[in-house]
């Protein structure tokens, strides 16, 4: 569903030298897999996330969405189209604390051109009790670290969105939680058909991956998974 | 549809104690305004309704400002006297319906005791006192409606205008003394909203016959009230006058502006001291206009401060989707919320404000002052939410344009 041609992610340093963070030749990524990317850090990880997601425009290179070059796309509909088609999960979850986690996740449903909210809402509600998710609590800061990160992976996935990016979604998780969190993002793979790509170095998550791509100093190394799985073709 | 107010609201909430001291800076530079402007108008208002009854005031030459401070609000002080054939002369004036002298001299438990006729009691009573009569004998007072007095009740005026006692050593101003008479209180005036309210009005030939002056009357006669023997009045401070129509008011007044007296009309008197005051006025609007602007731009430097600890939140937001137009608004909607909501508290709070100093104000002159709500104090409020609103698209504008992915990262 992504397609990634002759990507340049590159930036000036503070002395104006331009230095290039990514370079990809090409890339591809279908439904239905769990893709974890790793790498040290400043190899461009988090970078490919955010590229693919619409917040971080190429320097060269397209990257296409069903065959859209997102970047071509206004800003407007470029929101809109991350709205309906991206769930984005990080590894500080970014709840509002002050807002109950039910509110917490239908947030987006105030930011404008959402039609059915009543239906969003029941939504929202089934997919914090599917999760787990005590919707009792006014706070979403008296949750449990799991809990709140589970109610980040409800939040994205209100729009019922094709693709989740997560960015690092178990380094502030106990062994507990995190099993929990990688077991659902891998459910969320091959039991919903979603495209899910991950940043991390949990071994929790990279050994429920079904593709892993390696990067270091913005080049690619795609490498066998731990543990391989079988994909529907 | 956009609605910004659930994480508004949550973003207020973040930092309560930081939230109501904006609100409270707000509302207290607005109070202060709304009290200055609700207050200067009430003091006007008031103390022209406490001329109201003093058409014409005849007085000795020298500051008319004086003479009306005396006359009409009672602040006794050094005294010119009118001369006595000035006196008579008024007395004799046929277009006069009232003629009354307002003589000063003592005082009773810090309230002045004012020598005058019984007409004008009845007149500046509204027509009819309040309760009982006016005074038909020497010993005989009508009390303000304020006065502490009860009809029936006896006391002995002092001499002196009472203010010795508020300095302390009463012994040593040795001019108080009490005058060995009975006074009994046989009336009470209805409110006027003035000086008068706390006074106690006595026969002017009371007064006269206190400081052995001759009375206007024949020698030992109690006779109270005009008419007058001419060669036996003595000098007053001022003669208050109701004249029968505005012709004679006026022409009144013309022949009374002459070498040895001044005539004038209290309302007008005030009108000049007014034009004073507002100089004084727009120079505390202005301190005020600025006071609040002060605070607006301080709170606008704090909460850019306070909004850059929000900026990862915002790019969250953006991250899930949010237009640029959701940030600018919510930033908007915060600012202009925390001045609105302080704007609206400050008009109440300047109301109670303008409402204490006025109570303590009338307690303190007998002036009856009503601080209301008017229109500019709603106008000031309005400005206020017009200029909060105006500033704050400047944090809303320069926090929605930044980029995303730096507070993500």
Known sequence: MFTIENLVLSYRDDGGKPFTVLELPALQLGRESLVVVTGPSGSGKSSLLYALCGLLKPTAGAVRHEGQDIYALSEARRDRWRRETVGLIFQDFHLIPELSPLANVTLATHFGGTADRRALALRGRALLDVLGVPTDRRHASALSRGEQQRTAIARALLFDPPAILADEPTASLDAEASTLVADRLLSLSRDEGRLVLAVSHDPILISRADRLLHLERGHLKETEPTMRKEIPA | ?409
């Open chain 2, 1 to 409: 549809m956009m609605n910004p107010l659930p994480l508004v609201i949550a973003t207020l909430r973040r930092n309560p104690v930081t939230t109501i001291t904006f609100i409270a800076l707000v509302a207290v530079a607005v109070g202060l305004g709304v009290a200055i402007t609700s207050q200067e108008r009430a003091l006007k208002r008031g103390s022209a309704h406490a001329a109201d009854r003093f058409d014409l005031v005849i007085a000795a030459p020298g500051s008319q400002t004086d003479a009306m401070l005396k006359a009409v609000f009672l602040r006794t002080g050094s005294v010119e006297l009118l001369k006595p054939e000035v006196v008579a002369r008024v007395f004799a004036e046929p277009h006069a319906e009232i003629v009354a002298p307002i003589a000063f001299g003592d005082s009773h438990d810090g309230a002045p005791i004012v020598g005058s006729v019984p007409g004008f009691v009845t007149y500046l009573s509204g027509g009819k006192l309040a309760e009982g009569r006016p005074f038909a004998d020497h010993e005989e007072a009508v009390v303000g409606a304020a006065s502490p007095l009860k009809i029936g009740d006896t006391f002995h005026p002092t001499h002196g205008d009472g203010h010795a006692e508020l300095e302390g050593d009463g012994e040593e101003h040795g001019h108080d003394h009490e005058h060995g008479v009975d006074i009994t209180v046989v009336g009470r005036m209805a409110p006027t909203g003035s000086p008068w309210d706390m006074a106690i009005v006595v026969p002017v030939e009371l007064t006269w016959e206190l400081h052995n002056l001759p009375t206007g009357h024949p020698q030992g006669s109690e006779q109270v009230g005009p008419p007058y023997v001419s060669d036996r009045l003595p000098g007053v401070p001022a003669l208050v006058v109701k004249p029968d129509s505005v012709a004679a008011a006026y022409g009144l007044r013309n022949i009374y502006r002459a070498q040895d007296s001044t005539a004038f009309f209290p309302a007008e008197v005030l009108v000049e001291l007014y034009a004073l005051l507002g100089d004084m006025r727009q120079l505390m609007n202005v301190m005020a206009l600025a006071t609040q602007t002060l605070v607006i731009v301080a709170i606008l430097v704090g909460i850019m401060v306070l909004l850059r600890l929000y900026r990862v939140q915002f790019s969250v937001l953006r991250a899930l989707g949010a237009p640029r137009s959701f940030i600018f608004l919510t930033i908007w909607s915060y600012v202009a919320l925390i001045v609105a909501v302080g704007a609206v508290a400050g008009l109440g709070l300047g109301m109670g404000l303008a409402g204490t100093i006025s109570a303590a104000f009338t307690a303190q002159t007998g002036i009856a002052l009503d601080a209301t709500i008017g229109a500019s104090e709603i106008w000031l409020v309005m400005a206020i939410i017009a200029i909060g609103m105006a500033v704050a698209t400047v944090p809303a504008a320069l926090l929605y344009r930044k980029p995303v992915i730096d507070a993500l990262r």
